[in-house]
């Protein structure tokens, strides 16, 4: 079982819908939890942090479900500028890293 | 200023040749990292740089070398290179380490020939 995984889509969706992305871990261990976007071939831009309480950033919510080891990223009212990649990061101690595969998301008019 | 710039954007190199990656911020952080990225693959960890002391090497081959002459800059010297290393080099900075938000540069496009 990879450390950090994501289903790699692509998600394609209408403008103006909700679509949501899940990220798996599995070490319990786990300590910081990003979500980032990629544009393609761009480098990965900070999305959000995600907390334990869940955080929101206008048409971005950020879930933490540390029970079930997995962070969730919701986008409402899709934009044709949400195509994207979306990779989820987990840290856990100061020496680990692990970028998830990412979550291919087309936004279509 | 939340910028970080890497020279040069691309690069194609001779198995042979000796070249340097480089990669500044002036945000004030005290992390920096280097990363590579193949086509449609996610970023992987190579280098971490912690207070200006390298703090984590991903079993990098020894071709290459980084060097962090102070807290802005991060280098990558390049030698002997295989065709197998051609991708995106990336360099990001943290404001202390792994566990804090990191911010990218835009990579250097490498190209081994």
């Known amino acids: 079982r990879k450390e950090v995984e994501q289903d790699p889509g692509p998600f394609n969706v209408p403008e103006g819908a909700t679509v949501a992305f899940n990220c798996t871990y599995s070490?319990?261990?786990?300590?910081?939890f990003f979500w980032y976007r990629q544009d393609c071939r761009k480098e990965p831009k900070l999305l959000m942090s995600?907390?334990?309480s869940g955080n929101e950033d206008g048409r971005f919510t950020a879930q933490l479900n540390r029970a079930s080891q997995y962070i969730s990223l919701l986008i409402r009212d899709s934009k044709l500028s949400d195509s994207a990649t979306y990779l989820c990061v987990v840290t856990h101690n100061t020496d680990k890293l692990i970028f998830g595969t990412g979550t291919r998301l087309q936004v279509f008019p | 200023d939340t910028e970080v710039t890497q020279t040069p954007k691309h690069l194609v190199m001779g198995m042979t040749n000796k070249k340097s990656l480089k990669c500044e911020q002036h945000m004030g952080h005290r992390a920096m990292y280097w990363y590579k990225q193949k086509a449609k693959k996610p970023p992987e960890l190579m280098f971490v740089y912690s207070y200006e002391k390298l703090s984590i090497n991903e079993s990098v081959p020894s071709r290459f070398s980084p060097e962090c002459p102070n807290s802005s800059l991060l280098n990558l010297h390049l030698h002997a290179l295989q065709p197998e290393d051609s991708a995106l080099y990336l360099c990001?900075?943290?404001?202390?380490?792994?566990?804090?938000?990191?911010?990218f540069g835009p990579g250097t496009r490498l190209t081994v020939t």
């Open positions: 995600v907390y334990s």
């Open positions: 070490n319990s261990a786990s300590q910081s």
């Open positions: 990001a900075s943290s404001p202390r380490g792994l566990r804090d938000e990191q911010y």
